[in-house]
């Protein structure tokens, strides 16, 4: 809740203030979470205020506040001040402002969301200037100020096999001829309220329809999003299995919780990898040769026990006979993304045939699953990062205690089987010279080496890490 107490004073007469309280499951707070004063005698400051909605897009409300008496180089101009909300609040200095630049206008005298007129998914400003000139004494103004002029944070869209969790990579088959699901993490900047996804597909090569259309292919139902957010997904049927996909999907709020803003804006799939040049093939693979890998993976150094979140990188999966000399039957490679998943797509392999997985990444220790796996209907799933038993020889190394998370060992930068001192002084020298980008002695996927990717190697060669293979 949002008080403007525009008579108040805080060591200057009349300089207005304007408090926030924060709500909470027990109601309001007792005492102001938000404080700030226009440190300006007899501004008005907060004679108006009012939430701004999300007017920069990260899921978090802005409020607004007017000062219509002050003076910001041209005397009683008026003022309007937006300041965004945050994880931790709203921010002490104002964000935005915007001033009349005329005489005695009374700007600010009255402000307010004005919702989303222009329907891009981000809220915008009306505020009004009672005593405006233009062209008739005192006749008025009234303005709108358009959100979304600064880049606000990605809502995450993700696109699965119908009816589950297992996600589908960008170009990959959805596993069902006809079926696909969509998902994108939903919030509402006005607290609590129910939304639904709203999707739109095309095929590649159709252009969607304008940034903001309101038309869509389909849409989920209503949920709960509760006060962090909630993921909202809908499974689409009808599509062909022979075309290719993009797409992108939006949040519809439910108007009873979330009055002030209909629309989300639009987010688009965008994973870019293995294949960029469509999103997902609406198909089960049988119409092919191909059979799926979903795979999950974390690779040491480029994952971040803080964030639960890693690196992208590219991996290649070797499949490989189950009995000795266990020879390499088919390979694939694929990115995996900040979840470590990706998918592996083989053209050689077949249903019901055992294959030991070798996983090769560019500076990392070569690593094996832990038993021979099949595929079957085309499809394998496996998980190397839930125990060490899933590592042929308990091969990985913890990277996370909450959730309890297992990586392949780094540093294997001359891909010679064993992490030793060659390694270490190769990373050694490339930190000494200050070598950035894309390159093996990178550990940890930041593009610069240092002193981090030198701890990882030094440690891993003083443990003996090396390959264990059947």
């Known amino acids: 809740m949002i008080i403007g107490s525009w008579l108040y004073d805080n060591g200057l007469t009349d300089e207005g203030s304007v408090f926030v309280y924060h709500g909470s499951v027990t109601g309001l707070s007792a005492s102001a979470d938000w404080f700030v004063q226009s440190n300006q005698s007899g501004s008005g400051f907060g004679s108006s205020v009012s939430t701004a909605g999300d007017v920069n897009g990260d899921g978090f409300s802005e409020v607004i506040v007017g000062a219509p008496e002050f003076d910001g180089g041209t005397v009683n101009e008026g003022a309007a001040f937006v300041y965004h909300g945050s994880q931790t609040g709203l921010s002490a200095v104002p964000d935005w402002t915007a001033k009349s630049n005329q005489v005695d206008a009374v700007f ?9 007129v222009n329907g891009d998914g981000y809220s915008d400003v009306i505020i009004g200037s009672l005593n405006y000139d233009n062209g008739e004494s005192n006749e008025g103004r009234c303005y709108v100020f358009y959100g979304n002029l600064v880049n606000g944070l990605l809502s995450a869209v993700q696109q699965y096999r119908p009816a589950s969790t297992n996600i589908v990579c960008s170009g990959g088959k959805t596993g069902i001829d006809g079926q696909v699901k969509m998902g994108i993490f939903g919030k509402s900047p006005f607290g609590r309220a129910k939304g639904k996804i ?29 006060t962090l957010g909630s993921e909202l997904t809908d499974d689409e049927s009808g599509l062909i299995p022979e075309n290719v996909y993009r797409w992108r999907a939006r949040v519809q709020y439910d108007i009873a919780g979330n009055p002030f803003q209909k629309f989300g804006p639009w987010k688009y799939y965008a994973g870019y990898s293995p294949t960029p040049s469509g999103d997902f093939r609406a198909g089960d693979g049988n119409s092919g040769s191909a059979l799926q890998l979903d795979l999950t993976l974390l690779i040491q150094g480029f994952y971040d026990a803080g964030t639960d979140a890693m690196v992208q990188d590219t991996v290649t999966v070797y499949l490989r006979s189950s009995s000795f000399p266990f020879s390499a039957i088919d390979s694939a490679s694929a990115v995996l993304n900040g979840s470590g998943s990706g998918i592996f797509l083989f053209n050689n392999a077949v249903n019901g045939t055992p294959y030991f997985l070798q996983i090769s990444h560019r500076n990392s220790i070569e690593t094996w699953s832990a038993s021979a796996q ?12 839930s125990s060490l038993s899933q590592a042929y020889g308990g091969n990985m190394i913890q990277v996370d205690v909450s959730p309890v998370r297992f990586a392949i060992y780094g540093g294997d930068v001359n891909q010679d089987g064993t992490v030793d001192a060659t390694d270490v002084s190769t990373i050694d020298n490339d930190a000494s010279n200050f070598i950035s980008g894309y390159v093996v002695t990178d550990l940890t996927g930041d593009d610069f080496v240092d002193g981090t990717d030198i701890s990882i190697a030094d440690n891993n060669a003083a443990n003996f890490v090396s390959v264990v293979r059947p």
């Open 108 to 116: 600010g005298n009255a402000v307010s969301s004005a919702g989303d």
């Open 374 to 385: 099949s595929f079957f209907g085309n499809a394998m799933t496996y998980d190397l990062t």
């Open 198 to 226: 709203v999707h739109d597909y095309v095929t590649i090569g159709v252009p969607f329809s304008s940034i903001n259309s309101t038309l869509s292919t389909g849409a989920g139902a209503f949920a709960d999003l509760g």
